[in-house]
């Protein structure tokens, strides 16, 4: 099922979402892009992605393997 960004209504990816659960919890219902994570966290997209690719590298199952 795709899920949207609560803010602005984008499709999210899977590693957006991910990242919502990562940064949220595990209990969340409302999801949200990458930008507006960043926003939402007061950091950058950028800095989100890196943090993406670590959690990535470190197996994390929330996010789609390379
Ligand atoms: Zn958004």
Same mark, same amino acid.
């Given at each position: 099922?795709?899920?949207? $960004? @609560? %803010? $602005? /209504? !984008?499709?999210?990816? =899977? *590693? %957006?979402? &991910? #990242?919502?659960?990562? #940064?949220? &919890?595990? *209990?969340?219902? %409302?999801?949200? $892009?990458? *930008?507006?994570?960043? +926003? !939402?966290? /007061?950091?950058?997209?950028? +800095? #989100? +992605? %890196?943090?993406?690719? @670590?959690? +990535? *590298?470190? &197996?994390?199952?929330?996010?789609? =393997? !390379?």
């Amino acid at each position: 099922m795709k899920k949207y $960004c @609560r %803010e $602005c /209504g !984008k499709v999210l990816h =899977p *590693d %957006e979402e &991910g #990242l919502s659960v990562k #940064l949220l &919890g595990h *209990d969340i219902t %409302e999801y949200f $892009c990458i *930008d507006c994570l960043a +926003r !939402k966290m /007061g950091t950058t997209a950028d +800095r #989100l +992605r %890196e943090l993406i690719e @670590r959690y +990535r *590298d470190a &197996g994390c199952q929330l996010f789609t =393997p !390379k």
